[in-house]
């Protein structure tokens, strides 16, 4: 199998003894076959092992290796080497504070999306007896894209509304959000409603797009909160027009 | 083990500069700027129209000078790029499902732009007759 050898530089940032980030370079021989991911792991097992970022399944389904690769935000386990020049820098992703080296600090987006309660809510609670509560394929059809999300935030360090407002609810939240709004199973959009449909939520959202351009599993996240603009605005005319009608 | 996440320092003014898309995007927004500009243009001609004609004529002067054409030449190229990036997204913004399945995105902006088509032809129609 043909080998080339990159120069690997990436960010390293130690709590301990850093004040600031600073890059540093390993030359890599790369197998035709290798992903960003593997070139880093050689890097851990061979040249440095204090080199530290997180990463599972290694087949773009857990969500964790996302990293900033010359420039673009990446699943490190979905992106071919051979695709690069020979120079390969690799970042954490952007938008979130470096806790050590590659791995990022989740906390401000795991409270955000346990705000937006992806869940499924019942208006009133079903007793197990009741069965299963049961969903045709073409309900499911509706929702499908936004439930395949993988929570790997590649959309929160592609989106530069999330980097200047620390507020901003965010894209991965909010299309879950609407993944759950559009399930034909749930009874919670109103409940959802005073996250979502609030400043912070949806109407941050400038419409880059920059969060569908780089979601891994073609999510369109941005699609989700542009769909939820308008039901929300929806919503709020018919309040006058139909005060009667329920929410 | 000692906890000091390290924030990175994000351009307030300067971070649209770092990619492609984001240069993109601004484009997209500022011809907004563009377009609002122009239809003021528009209003103050109506204003020198009701002035009389000799407001009107220096009105229309100033719009046919070599400033006034160029302004409207990029007027209408960022127009046309208004449009255009408006009519690619209404997929996302509108999809259509029917008989339980989802409107290829191709019909939707196809028929956005046949819409378009539509109604430039009346309205020059209207304008002819």
């Not at chain 1, 009133?124 to 993988?150: H, M, T, W």
Request: proline share 6%; hydrophobic share 45%; charged share 20%.
């Amino acid at each position: 199998m043909r080998e080339t050898i990159h120069q690997l530089e990436v960010l390293r940032y130690d709590p301990e003894t850093d004040t600031a980030p600073h890059f540093q370079t390993y030359a890599v021989t790369c197998q035709e076959d290798w992903v960003v991911l593997d070139a880093i792991n050689y890097v851990k097992e061979n040249l440095d092992r204090t080199l530290s970022y997180r990463w599972s399944c290694h087949m773009a389904v857990c969500g964790s290796c996302g990293m900033v690769v010359n420039g673009e935000p990446v699943l490190s386990c979905h992106a071919f080497v051979r695709d690069y020049p020979e120079k390969i820098r690799v970042e954490p992703l952007a938008n979130f504070p470096i806790e050590r080296d590659l791995v990022v600090a989740i906390d401000d987006f795991v409270e955000k999306l346990t705000s937006v309660k992806p869940y499924i809510i019942s208006a009133e609670e079903r007793p197990v007896e009741s069965g299963e509560n049961l969903q045709s394929p073409e309900q499911l059809a509706v929702f499908k894209q936004y439930a395949d999300c993988i929570n790997c935030l590649l959309c929160y360090s592609a989106c530069p509304q999330y980097a200047l407002n620390d507020s901003f609810i965010g894209p991965a939240a909010l299309a879950l959000a609407h993944r759950y709004n559009l399930d034909s199973r749930d009874e919670g959009r109103s409940a959802r409603a005073d996250v979502v449909a609030s400043n912070p939520g949806i109407w941050e959202c400038s419409f880059v797009g920059a969060c569908s351009e780089v979601c891994p599993k073609d999510v369109d996240p941005a699609a989700a909160i542009q769909q939820t603009k308008i039901a929300s605005t929806v919503d709020y005319f018919m309040r006058f027009l139909m005060p009667w009608r329920k929410q | 083990m000692i906890r000091g996440p390290y924030v990175r320092p994000v351009g307030r003014y300067s971070w649209w500069l770092s990619q492609p898309r984001y240069i993109r995007y601004m484009l997209r927004e500022v011809s907004a700027a563009f377009i609002g500009a122009y239809i003021l243009m528009l209003i103050v001609g109506l204003l020198r129209l009701s002035q009389g004609p000799a407001a009107y004529e220096s009105y229309l002067t100033a719009v046919l000078s070599s400033a006034g054409v160029a302004f409207g030449l990029i007027t209408f190229v960022f127009a046309v790029y208004h449009s255009l990036t408006w009519f690619r997204v209404t997929p996302k913004a509108m999809p259509l499902r029917m008989r339980g399945k989802a409107v290829p995105p191709a019909i939707i902006v196809g028929a956005h732009w046949l819409g378009w088509a539509v109604a430039s032809l009346l309205i020059l129609l209207w304008v002819a007759v």
